[in-house]
């Protein structure tokens, strides 16, 4: 095994289009549990450390271009006003210890159907910053998921940062684990209110072979609320449209059984935090208000 | 000998018994100085690693070290072929393999071992081994175990047990039969049946097994090691290595956690094998992944129970069948099935009983020792039909069990008569007595949610919407020492000595410490006992005899024990010496009853007669070595289960406050108080964590841990931290413990073991609570969120 | 590979070390640090909790190599860094031993430096907030009750004397 060290990321670039196979690591929180448990042996490690432009993030006016490597903890402290669900999401990844380490750009690479960024990134709109030697593309995270833990990157390509919309209203993330604190999703279900396109997207995490968006349940909740005029008057959402929204919810699911979770309570689960993220979000959308506090 | 003084307990000596001194290690373990068996290194030393089965049960066809031998930096590879010895072992029967022997009966059982320079040179040398396994069906549960022509794992058993079982996939069984079970059922106003189920827990200790084996000059090895008793683990170990014992001198290193999880070997005598092949210290670490493989677990269980009850609440009779899987090897099991048979019934009196439990062998992981050995799986079944029971009849689930509680004099289904307290009833009155958590304590002053105070924590999944509280009680028995007439004795050796002029005590036991702290309570003993302030405890090692197991809840009664009977002797000889030197100088050193305190030689008036230091200057240290006994016990009659069988027994009641996530299936545990009679407490710091601890992995069996074994294949599912989940800090409810402290007269000091019986009750107790939120029966745990939301896997 | 570290204030080399190797490794076994702990390797229990560049994280999870021309604190630099004299303890450690917070101590050193940075970033941290914080890090021993306990007292003690400091 060798172990390269970058210190720029043109370097970087240069060294994985040199070794194709070689595994990217920065956090470490996903690759070095392999090694450790003697899953993976690649033949390069590609430390990401010294980059540190992977360390920062910038205001691209509608977006956040995050770097990869930001830790959660920093996406939990300072974005949590542009970036709310993915804040939310940050919350709920591993310990405090992991998200000093762990990133969204890691949380893509690994493309675990479990990753807690997916469903967050998914609901408020995000793109990929994908390069190599050979160039940049931005691959919209809906097409970033090909499979399981399989990603839409090209054997030379690097994540270099991800470009999230801002939040123009609420977001919600839930997750289902089976421990109050350190517990990989049983599911997950995102939320974002989008009130400057009067849409409202989702994203499911660990009941499909990839994150997916719940798009018959968005298309059926957009036109619903269309139709009751509720973006105008502020109404709730008529519970007849909350439950029929958490039913298509539930059904854009193909989870399987597991031994965290068995596939019906996955799909039972997303169905009833589609259903509460949504009253949420709305009621944070109708008052101006939260309803958790983000101690 | 002179007669136990009952104010000993509260005379003068600082840090003596009752106090709560801190432990002796607690600085070293603050700083990271204190040595881990993990953190041994020796210079040269090589890593050992070990081959373990990709299956449950095959037949090995070829195994070829060749090439991995062949690696460089690689020193010795071994495989049964090259075992100098006995090629098995075991606590119970030898029937264990050192090293596969042509069958692995279950997943990760060890096939070879690799001895390298570095770990990662003997992972990549244990991949090039060459093993070829013709896959053979699998038993995994009592139909297929005993289904006409299953495949035996034991075909030419000739353990004792061999000759009374049902069927030679059954380990051991033990009825208890008492009065008539079907007069009782004839006469019976309420009768409740049903069918309960308790996955496998594993011991999770914090530390994984690891050892440091050295190898001697004399052809002997030295081994550092973790462990729970480190004369079995000898008794085991020499035989492997054709050695006799003397030859094969074990050391206690730092214990990080046991739980009953090192009660058997792992790999100590892997360690010395690789050692005195290479002539080389080797160290052995397992990691987490391995560790769910090391170690045996506790036994899951199925069990079928029937209760019934006149129309005043009396508990008429009880009916029962414990079914436990033992897995592919004995290890503890038939001690485990004489505990679920004789404790079947719980804290509570019945005359009519009929019982019987069983181990069965399987290709499943080996289940052996686990805190609550046997006791926790029935108290899990009992304590829910006494729920059910109450619920028929109308009654308060706590009255009902107060009404048919035991105390002191009652007959035990074994026909054993409980000499000592059994306050069940007061425990039981005590939890319930204890105020309420306020309600709805989720939320904040702003009128917000604080996601910490609610299930599903900081995952956002409730703000207040579909939760439900609960509360239930339960109660439990648990035996303290080894039972069944098994001999159970530790060793002591005391010294006092005058250093500098002052009075020390050396205490020198081969107890393991594993973290229970029977390093602070025996120091306190010999400073309660000579009266002196400075005790000094030395290493454990095989050098002294037996202190017998960590285990059991009896590491303070017996080696307690036996530290106490090893003062008793060195302060008779003390006080000869002080009337050597000084009796002529006052009257009462003949007449007054004399006592060491404070450093002195006291009169039981108070009067000082001499300082201790002054009777020893000049002398040879005073010392004495004593092994002790507690009272026997006697096997349980192998029709009957009649017998006096066990030693004491302790009693813990606990009550759960829940809150429930009824629609997405999720708990929180809001707090968990427990009562518990502990005869004594030596300790009350170490008391009280003792109960939270025991109280947490009680917690956890109730709500997430299960090691998940496939029963199709009886392969693990989920050998790592990531999927077999124990409680976090967030998980862990306040836990308010009231400690009740009724003399058992038998015991020293009058104490009672302590660190099992809460783990017993806390589950029932949780259980009981999110039944009372939810309405649903739940007769399994752990539960899961499917159990709760009807969205189970269909079995 | 060469590794070139400071370890709680002292520049430390390791020669010949494995690509794979974790910075738990190189502290437990090249370094001679084995303070921080190797209870799972899979950063789910937190007993190996160093900090590196300050902040709290799982030495098991960063490879050797991240760690070169860095700075770690491990559980055996707690004292000296919260200026504790020789042979005297920080006053979370000192806290840790008082409250019995110890038991098999497997989980300690990882808690210890979890506390610590707790503590450091809010000196009076509530229950809720000493619980988040300390949720990284699995104790099978003690029920967490007696290391909430602990966690107080260090806070108590360090408002108390901490008025002149």
Known sequence: ?295 | MRPTRTDLTQQSTRGGIGASTLRPDGGLKVTGEFAYASDLWHEDMLWGHTLRSPHAHARIVSLDTAEALATPGVHAVLTHADLPAATRYGLEVQDAPVLADGVVRHHGEPVALVAADHPETARRAAAKIKAVYEQLPVVTDEKSATAPGAPLLHPARADKHAPHVPHPNVVHCQPVVRGDVEAARARAHAVVTGDYEVGMQDQAFLGPESGLAVPAEDGGVDLYIATQWLHADLRQIAPVLGLPEDKVRMTLSGVGGAFGGREDLSMQAHACLLALRTGRPVKMVYNRFESFFGHVHRHPARLHYEHGADRDGGLLFVRCRIVLDGGAYTSSSPSVVGNAASLAVGPYACDNVDVEALALYTNNPPCGAMRGFGAVQACFAYEAQMDRLAAELGLDPVEFRRRNAVSQGSVMPTGQVIDAPAPVAELLRRVKALPLPPERQWETAGGSADLRALPGGVSNTSHGEGVVRGVGYAVGIKNVGFSEGFDDYSTARVRLESVAGEPVATVRTAMAEVGQGGVTVHAQIARTELGVAEVTLQPADTRMGSAGSTSASRQTYVTGGAIKAACEAVRERVLELGRAKFGTYHPAWATAELLLEGGKIVTDGGEVLAGLADVLDGEEPVEAERVWRHRPTEPFDLRSGQGQGHVQYSFAAHRAVVEVDTELGLVKVVELACAQDVGKALNPLSVVGQIHGATTQGLGLAVMEEIAVDPATGLVRNPSFTDYLIPTVLDTPAMPVDILELADAHAPYGLRGVGEAPTLSATPAVVAAVRQATGLPLRRVPLRPEHLTGTDVPA | MRVNVTVNGRPRQADDVWEGESLLYLLRERLGLPGSKNACEQGECGSCTVRLDGVPVCACLVAAGQAHGRDVVTVEGLAARAGAAEGHLSPVQQAFVDAGAVQCGFCTPGLLVAADDLLERDPDPSDADIREALSGNLCRCTGYEKILDAVRLAAARTARSGQGA
């Not at chain 1, 990321?9 to 194709?20: D, T, Y």
């Not at chain 1, 030697?133 to 690097?158: H, M, Q, S, W």
């Open chain 1, 1 to 295: 095994m060798d172990f390269l060290r970058p210190a720029r990321w043109e370097e970087a670039l240069a060294a994985k289009a040199e070794h194709p196979a070689a595994v990217p690591i920065a956090g470490g929180t996903d690759v070095m549990v392999e090694i450790n448990f003697d899953h993976r042996r690649p033949s390069h490690l590609l430390d990401l450390t010294r980059v540190t432009e992977l360390y920062t993030w910038q205001d691209a006016g509608d977006r956040v271009r995050l770097g990869a490597a930001v830790p959660y903890a920093r996406v939990i402290e300072r974005l949590a006003g542009e970036l709310p669900g993915l804040a939310l999401a940050a919350r709920t990844v591993g310990s405090p210890q992991i998200r000093n380490r762990g990133s969204v750009g890691g949380n893509l690479g690994a493309a675990s159907p479990a990753g807690d960024s997916h469903p967050a990134l998914l609901a408020a709109g995000a793109e990929v910053e994908a390069e190599s030697v050979r160039g940049t593309r931005l691959i919209p995270v809906e097409e970033f998921y090909t499979g399981v833990k399989r990603n839409a990157l090209a054997p030379d390509e690097l994540i270099r940062a991800v470009h999230v919309r801002k939040a123009t209203g609420p977001q919600q993330f839930s997750k289902v684990g089976t421990r109050n604190a350190m517990v990989i999703a049983v599911c997950a279900f995102a939320l974002a209110l989008h009130p400057d396109t009067r849409t409202v997207r989702t994203g499911i995490g660990s009941a499909a072979p990839t994150p997916v968006r719940a798009r018959t349940a968005e298309d059926f909740l957009n036109a619903a609320l269309a139709e009751a005029r509720c973006w105008d008057t502020g109404a709730p959402v008529p519970p007849a449209v909350a439950a029929e929204f958490a039913r298509l919810a539930s059904a854009a699911c193909r989870p399987i059984d597991d031994v965290r979770g068995s596939a019906a309570y996955r799909r039972h689960a997303v169905g009833v935090m589609a259903r509460r993220t949504l009253a949420w979000a709305w009621e944070q959308h109708t008052t101006g208000e939260g309803t958790a506090r983000c101690a």
